[in-house]
């Protein structure tokens, strides 16, 4: 297996159209970068190909030590993916309710799981990470997608240029609202930082999902005692808009009848791009489709 054609396949995804921004809205214009199309099936194969080939270049990953990080199932499906293509071992820590389909796939690329208790949370995940790679240094290498810069450059150079170009090409200008999620908040503050260089005017819209997960991969931010990513720069945000399940639910399922199937995250982004729409002050509006739609099957989405 050729890891640089796996890698190559990484980003240079899709720029879709959304009609409904223009049918709440008309004069709203809403895109969207469909990465479920990436190998990996989300938008974390960008960060954690970075990350990756950045960690073995630098000598972390020397003498098969293994790489070590937490995911709610995303990114582990990049890491174990990459892993096992570019022959690095890899250990991940996650929470023992990430839905079935990841948990599978993470096993089928031949990554090591360490999985925690779902009732003590995402964060505990986390932890446990630092944890392991503090007591075993010999053994882990901690790659820590919440703190390491090239998750937010990965957007700067790929998905932020990428939309860019890709609005230039259709003969539009500079997006002037930008809304997406927070995990790690990389997609954020990368696909953000570039594009305010761009329109130092650009709002920036969070969308911030019900308390208790149901959206695997988001971060309720803002609630006492959650961990706020080191690499999270907050000053970007202008306005958070809380979404409930039922509404990022009903939103896939509509997706879904334009031919995006795609996962609860990018239901709720663009849920929140439609309120941004009706509110009417902003014309171009770009959000991202983080996910596919067939890794919430398990988890009653469809229904
Ligand atoms: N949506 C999905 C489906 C994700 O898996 C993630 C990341 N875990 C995000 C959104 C958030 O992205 P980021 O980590 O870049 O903030």
Partial sequence: MSAAALLAAVGNTPLVEIPFAAEANAGVRLFAKLES???GGSIKDRPVARMLLEARANGHLAGQRRLLDSSSGNAGISYAMFGAALGIPVTLVVPGNASAERLARIRAHGAELVLTDPIEGYDHALHTAHRLA???PERYWLCDQYANPANWQAHYEGTGEEILKQLA????????ALIVGVGTGGTLTGIGRR????NPELLIVAAIPELFPGIEGLKPLGHPGDIVPALLDQNLIDHREPVTLD????????????????????????????????AGERHLLVTVLSDTGERYVSTGLWH
């Fill in 37 to 39: 199309v990436n190998p």
């Fill in 134 to 136: 503090e007591e075993q």
């Fill in 169 to 176: 090409e259709r003969g539009l200008g500079t997006p002037d």
């Fill in 195 to 198: 594009l305010r260089r761009d």
């Fill in 247 to 278: 509404q990022a639910a009903t939103m896939c399922h509509r997706l879904a009848k334009l031919g995006l199937y795609v996962g609860p995250s990018s239901g709720a982004f663009v849920e929140v791009a439609l309120r941004v729409a009706a």
